[in-house]
């Protein structure tokens, strides 16, 4: 063991009540692993989903990309991308995470008499696209936040688990056969003391006398 044992019955108590700890803290460390593994599949799920629209969204609107060579007096693109993706939060096995729930665009302000009447589906799409593209961000975020939670929960379950645990339960054996030699060679010696004690006794007082009738 890396640290050395004091071999003292206080020593033993602090083991024992930290391997009672250890043992109670882990079925809870595994427990949040398991529900952090589920869920995690779960959002993998829907961000593979996600993208997966994402993608079809902005394949519809390829098909006709070409007419924004024609500028029209607007910028789509620009008028396209996000103002502020608006989120709320959400508490996953104890994780923070946000929460998709909308996106807010620039106003649009622009004579339909004057653009061409392409515009106005050119923008609907591209901000449909920014739309799922701003969810599936959010969702890889709560991907990322999960996996760093649940690699920090992997560790320590390793670590009460590989470490901890064995270490306490060492620290307890070793502790016992000193405590318990110690034990032994007290009784050992009260023994030894008491035999020399009956054996002065005895040589003090001399024999007892033989009673003759």
Known sequence: MAAKIKLTRPELKRYRDALARYSR???????KQQQLQLTLRDVAKQRRELKRSADEATAHFRRYESVLADRAG???RQLAQPAEIKTSTANIAGVEIPVF???????A???LF??????DQ???DLREVSRRRARLDVLQRVEELLQQELARIVQRVNLFEK??????????????????????AAV??????KNKLADVMVTETGPYPVLSE
Do not use: C, Q
């Open 25 to 31: 803290y882990l079925p809870m460390l595994k427990l």
């Open 74 to 76: 607007m910028d789509v």
């Open 101 to 107: 729930e909308s996106v807010e665009f620039p106003l």
């Open 109 to 111: 302000s622009y004579s």
């Open 114 to 119: 004057g653009t061409p009447p392409w515009v």
């Open 122 to 124: 050119a923008l609907a």
């Open 163 to 184: 470490v901890k645990i064995p270490e306490a339960r060492e620290a307890i054996r070793v502790i016992r056969i000193k405590l318990g030699d110690e034990m032994t």
């Open 188 to 193: 050992g010696r009260a023994k030894i003391a």
